[in-house]
């Protein structure tokens, strides 16, 4: 006390001289403290008296002086309580303190009593501590690192323990999940690893199980086993489709599922157990019960009604120390399937006996236990041996006594080795070339149930076509390389898939670019230089890789360095298109000068045609003067005439009348030529028409001493056609005949009639016609005389032909040198559809 009153005098004494010195400006009453010592008493009471004394100003600088003098002495005292109070809880810490490190040494004492082990980790703390005997985890040879290796569990614990370990810490840590787990570390000691949430750590403890708490342990483990199998056997008794069902020694119901409920037709499980229901008929229950008896367990397919339907189960029962217990599965299904599978099973063998293929099935004890038709007479074995199963040794040992097997230099060696068949797990393939000359491919194929299936086929045919496509192949790549042809095969992608040198060397390409199978338009841009022509190239590009509307497609291409090529296009059937190229350049300069030679050919003959045409008519009108003033003169009326004068008359007459018929020709065949004649249809009298034409020829048949026999039925009728063209036919038909016939010799005419048409025939017995001048009768100024006394234009033949073309009638010639020439015409009946015949 005495320390804070001489603290409170030297705080008054600093307050006089503040208050004195003017820095204080502010007073207030404060009451001094009760407990003052006597010396403070009377020098602050002195104080007092000596503060009235001032003026007002001063007494309130004193006044505030007092009040701050007030509060540092409350501090003071406030303070001095504080630090007595804070002596007091700190002796009292320290003897808490020492009690507490007495409990805990005793505690851990305690708790390290038996090996184990505490790892600790503090919220928002990945760093753990770990504190207890690590040696219970770990040999001496391990301690080093020893916190990181307990830690990584896998390196104390089997792969399982160790993930089931690291799940289990994860959650607690993580959601504050406890843990309690039996484990077995990798050196086969039994442990407990218990975790807990505590005070906001994660703390797991680890302890060897030893003793009294090991069998514990395990009796809990087994006993949590025992009960989860029983939990998940109720579980699955009580979903199962099955009933099942379980009776005390007495046989009454003790346990049911709700498939037994539905069967038996219950309401419930209790009320099925509580009446008893029974799903068995009686006589069922007994065999079943006698069974039981007798053998402790009974299996039968039984039928039984469920939902008022008769179906097959079968039921299996168990006995059982108190009682016994049963199931009944549905066997309709199963009956189904395996009457399926029996038929599925029969319909194979049918197909396997329609195969062409040999098949043979050998079992797990290497028996055969099936063969088709085809096998059979593959290897022509009998029947009655095959149907007994023999083993495939045996089958082998009698293919090879009648040798249609191939030779072999050890067959035992070769046996074994198809024999591993029965131990592989894939299919080998082999092909037997026999003594017989077959071919024969066999595949062998382990069956999933044991044995071997041997798939026999003669493929000797097959091997023959393919060495003939082999050989048909080499000569048609022999045949591309050397046609002069340039050929490339383009795939449906494009893509060059087969050429020859000539294509290379025709565009001037490299062979080894065009085995890289080039697009087309690869090959499109290396044939620039030669040819560029877009739309060309276009076509060819679509023309290869259309997918629809593949037709051929022809072109003519002219390249820059003046060669010609025709270029064709080939859909094939695979998709591919051939493009073929071929040289036509000379052909192309034969056929422009052919061609040329063609149009002045044509231009010549039609100036020909022009001429004769032109000439004649200039001709006509002199003649028709000359012929008039002949007859003129020849009129007794004009005056007499001398008998010379008479002849030449006569002879001019003749000649006149001869040029004129020779220029009406000219001018009939120029018009037919010029496609303008047209004829004048009607009924055209048949006989008629070769009396007219045997009159014009009358002078000449008695000059020649020429006999005219005509052969014409008189009821033939007519014909429509142009009655003035068809006697002219005639009449040059006969002066033809009389012209080329000797002397005293018969010319004959004949016309008949058929159903479609009429036919005129001529017949001489002149030299007759050479084969080498035959083809040429009928063309213009075509005169042959062959020895006889005929001289003409040789026009008649022509003008023939041309008349009857345009009735819609063909002229055929017959001659024989020597014998005679016969002529016929035949015209058509009906001329209404030749109405306009020339045009």
């Known amino acids: ?38 010396a403070a008493d009377l020098r602050f009471s002195q104080a007092v008296s000596a503060w009235h004394d ?3 100003q001063e007494f309130a600088v004193l006044t505030t002086a007092l009040a701050l003098l007030g509060f540092s002495v409350v ?51 990945n760093r753990p501590q770990i504190s207890g005997d690590t040696a219970l985890l770990m040999s001496q040879d391990a301690m080093h690192n020893s916190s990181q290796r307990i830690l990584a569990f896998g390196t104390w614990l089997p792969p399982e323990p160790a993930l089931q370990m690291d799940h289990a810490v994860d959650a607690l840590r993580e959601a504050g999940e406890g843990f309690l787990l039996n484990l077995t570390t990798s050196n086969g000691r039994a442990i407990e690893a218990m975790g807990r949430a505590i005070g906001g750590q994660a703390v797991v403890r680890i302890r060897e199980l030893g003793g009294v708490r090991r069998e514990l342990a395990e009796a809990n483990l087994r006993y949590r086993t025992l009960a989860e199998e029983t939990e998940l056997l109720r579980d699955f008794a009580a979903g199962a489709p099955w009933p099942i069902w379980a009776r005390n020694i007495q046989g009454d119901l003790r346990y049911a599922n709700a498939a ?16 008893n229901l029974e799903l068995l008929e009686s006589d069922q229950r007994t065999e079943m019960s006698r069974a039981l008896n007798d053998n402790s367990s009974f299996a039968a397919r039984l039928p039984i009604v469920v939902g008022g339907e008769r179906r097959i189960y079968d039921v299996q029962a168990l006995k059982l120390g108190a009682g016994s217990a049963g199931i009944a599965i549905d066997a309709g299904e199963v009956s189904a399937l395996r009457a399926a599978l029996t038929r599925m099973a029969e319909a194979h063998r049918r197909t396997l006996d329609q195969l062409s293929s040999g098949v043979a099935v050998f079992d797990a004890d290497r028996r055969l236990a099936f063969y088709n038709e085809s096998y059979r007479r593959l290897w022509g074995l009998d029947q009655a041996f095959l149907d007994s199963g023999p083993d495939d040794s045996s089958v082998l040992d009698r293919l090879r006594a009648t040798r249609k097997l191939p030779e072999q230099p050890d067959f035992r060696a070769w046996k074994a080795k198809l024999h591993e068949a029965y131990r592989a797990v894939e299919s080998e393939n082999y092909t037997w070339f026999l003594p017989d000359g077959r071919a024969i491919s066999v595949v062998t194929t382990p069956n999933l149930e044991g044995g071997v299936i041997y798939l026999f086929d003669n493929v000797t045919e097959s091997l023959d076509m393919a060495r003939r496509f082999d050989g048909l192949i080499r000569a048609q790549r022999e045949t591309l390389d050397n046609l002069n042809e340039a050929v490339a095969v383009f795939g449906s992608n494009g893509r060059v898939q087969l050429f020859n040198p000539a294509f290379a060397r025709m565009w001037k390409l490299s062979a080894e670019a065009l085995r890289e199978q080039p697009h087309i338009e690869t090959v499109e841009a290396w044939c620039q230089p030669l040819f560029d022509d877009a739309p060309t190239w276009r076509r060819l590009r ?5 997918i629809e509307n593949r037709v051929q497609v022809a072109l003519k291409l002219e390249r820059r360095d003046g060669s010609v090529l ?6 094939l059937p695979d998709g591919a298109t051939m493009l073929t190229f071929q040289d036509i350049t000379d052909t192309e300069n034969v056929e422009r000068a052919l061609r040329e030679r063609n149009e002045a050919l044509e231009a010549a003959d039609q100036m020909k045609v ?29 005056g007499p005439l001398t008998a010379k004068q008479a002849e030449y008359l006569d002879y001019v007459t003749k000649s006149t009348n001869a040029l004129l018929a020779l220029t009406n020709n000219i001018l009939d065949l120029a018009t037919i030529d010029a496609g303008a004649m047209k004829l004048e249809l009607g009924p055209v009298n048949i006989g008629k028409a070769i009396e007219a034409a045997a009159e014009g020829i009358q002078d000449r048949l008695a000059t020649d001493r020429i006999a005219l026999k005509v052969d014409v039925d008189p009821d033939i009728g007519d014909f429509t056609g142009d009655e003035r063209r068809v006697v002219q036919v005639l009449y040059n038909l006969l002066a033809n005949a009389i012209g080329f016939s000797p002397h005293d010799a018969a010319v004959t005419i004949s016309a008949r009639r058929s159903e479609h048409r009429v036919t005129f ?29 005929h001289r003409g234009a040789g026009l008649g033949l022509s003008l023939v032909r041309s008349f009857v073309e345009l009735h819609g009638g063909k002229v055929r010639v017959d001659s024989t040198v020597g014998k005679g020439t016969m002529v016929t015409c035949d015209f058509p009946i009906d001329q209404n559809v030749r109405r306009n015949a020339a045009e």
Not at 95 to 100: E, F, K, P, V
Not at 566 to 571: E, Q
Request: with cysteine; proline share 5%.
């Open 260 to 275: 037994y409920v539905r069967a038996a037709e219950g309401t419930s499980v209790a009320d099925a157990i509580h009446r």
């Open 1 to 38: 006390m005495s320390g804070v009153v001489a603290a409170m005098r030297r705080t008054l004494l600093l307050c006089t001289s503040l208050a004195r010195n003017g820095l204080i400006a502010y007073a207030s009453t404060v009451p001094l403290p009760a407990g003052l010592a006597n």
């Open 75 to 125: 501090a003071a005292i406030l303070l001095m309580r504080t630090r007595v109070r804070a002596t007091r809880t700190e002796d009292r810490l320290r003897s808490d303190i020492a009690g507490l490190q007495v409990q805990a040494d005793r505690l851990r004492a305690l708790l390290f009593a038996e090996p184990q082990i505490l790892i600790s980790w503090a919220a928002g703390d």
């Open 610 to 638: 022009d001429f004769v045409h032109h000439v004649s008519y200039e001709l006509r009108a002199p003649l028709t003067t000359i012929i008039g003033f002949a007859h003129f003169l020849s009129d007794p009326a004009t």
């Open 761 to 789: 025939t001529v017949t001489d017995s002149g030299p007759g016609i050479p084969p080498e001048v035959k083809d040429k009768v009928f063309d213009w100024f075509e005169s042959h005389s062959h020895g006889s006394r």
């Open 54 to 56: 001032l003026n007002h």
């Open 566 to 571: 025709d270029c064709t296009t080939m859909p």
């Open 542 to 546: 679509e023309a290869i890789t259309a």
